[in-house]
């Protein structure tokens, strides 16, 4: 039977890497022989294990190293990695190497070098002076120097927040059954963290943050300075600036929770007016928009990127309303992010979970479970799910961040 040596190490127990990786290779209907363990004496030495993988055939074994690369079980190799250039551009070549988010190494000329932006489904592209970054398809050009094949790379495993935190006292990374102050008042202390040390916060919004009555939280928080970058699509921003311009979301009054006559159609103006004015930021300037969220990231220059879909209405001006321009968009401003809130948003949640890197602290909240559990279940293993209602979290969270004292 084809076999293949594979080492993971790392905190491998108390994280449950090495138990996720042994149900990967059982899953597979594949077969293990322990090879090597050493177990860290205390909770902050690593440990390591060495298996022996065994598979019916090369082509199965191949697809579980691949599946088991992702959980950070390497390959055990003293291989350079296979390099083959790109002959068109925007097409790779045959084999090449699909990345995770996590933290991961090429090895050429027998030594280990860091890839630099670390972001799954992506590929490694070996540049002139021997950086490696990796690139979606659509940015390889012709002549680019691509890893092949799974020789040469490895990725370190995955560790989850060790500590005191309010996610140690259940097992599962994503549950309606936990204090939900105290997660709040964890996730404000990481935000703290966050900016004490000079890294970015990244806020994911949904249309439900309005229609919540959420958006004014959010706004204070922008204005506070505790939102350095917005992710959003055209409804999150026209629905922000609905309420603000007419008191309504999709047509409902805010402060009073009732329908208005005529109210279906108040975002379709707010659409028309601000693509009268050229821009939200001219919007802004104009005096029609005069509070929300995106008035709060106008006036304070937090950059925003509105990506659009084939049900927009309009869209607003400002909106990418080609999906790649606009991921590209968004890659632009990842640099720096240290922590992501996911808020109520299912798509834009995992279009930015494909960006970022492992080590970004995401917390994606929403009253739907199947929602937070969607960036773990698509390779985002940062990603901890608070099921909640997203009104009531922001509110909680503003109160934490912005209240006097």
């Not at 909770?43 to 088991?68: K, M």
């Not at 084999?95 to 280990?112: A, E, K």
Request: glycine share 10%.
């Amino acid at each position: 039977m084809p076999s293949e040596l594979v080492e993971v190490e790392g905190h491998i127990i108390d994280s449950l890497i090495l138990a996720k990786v042994l149900d990967v290779i059982v899953e597979a209907g594949a077969d293990y022989r322990m090879v090597d363990v050493e177990i860290g004496k205390t909770n902050v030495d690593p440990s390591r294990a060495r298996l022996e993988v065994s598979c019916d055939d090369e082509e199965t074994l191949t697809n579980l190293l691949e599946q088991l690369s992702i959980h950070g079980a390497n390959r055990v190799t003293t291989a350079d990695a296979r390099l083959e250039t790109c002959t068109i551009d925007g097409v790779l070549p045959a084999g090449f190497y699909s990345t995770t988010n996590l933290p991961t190494q090429v090895r050429l000329g027998g030594h280990w070098t860091d890839v630099e932006n670390p972001e799954m489904d992506c590929a490694l592209v070996v540049l002139a002076d021997g950086r490696i970054r990796t690139e979606p398809m659509h940015r390889v050009h012709l002549g680019d120097q691509v890893v092949v094949g799974l020789d040469g790379v490895r990725v370190t495993a995955p560790e989850r927040p060790r500590g005191a935190n309010p996610f140690e006292f259940m097992n599962s990374e994503v549950s309606s059954e936990k204090p939900k102050e105290l997660v709040v008042a964890q996730v404000a202390e990481r935000m703290r963290r966050a900016r004490a040390d000079g890294r970015r916060i990244l806020a994911v919004c949904g249309p439900a943050v309005i229609h919540t009555g959420a958006g004014p939280a959010i706004a204070r928080l922008v204005a506070a300075g505790w939102v350095d970058v917005l992710f959003a699509g055209n409804g999150f921003a026209t629905h922000d600036i609905e309420s603000n311009v007419m008191g309504t979301s999709l047509g409902v009054l805010l402060r009073e929770g009732r329908p208005t006559e005529h109210g279906h159609a108040n975002h379709l103006r707010v659409i028309n007016e601000v693509r009268r004015h050229g821009s939200i930021a001219s919007a802004v300037r104009d005096g029609l928009v005069t509070g929300g969220v995106m008035y709060e990231c106008v006036t304070h220059g937090v950059p925003f990127v509105l990506g659009g879909s084939v049900r927009d209405d309009g869209p607003l001006p400002d909106v990418h309303t080609n999906v790649v321009e606009a991921a590209d968009a968004m890659r632009a401003q990842l640099p720096g992010v240290g922590v992501a809130l996911m808020l109520a948003t299912t798509l834009h949640a995992i279009a930015t979970g494909n960006l970022l890197p492992a080590g970004v602290e995401t917390f994606c909240v929403d009253i739907n479970q199947a929602v937070v559990t969607k960036l773990a279940d698509r390779g985002s293993h940062q990603a901890l799910g608070i099921v909640t209602d997203v009104g009531l979290f922001a509110r909680d969270l503003c109160d934490q961040l912005c209240s006097p004292g």
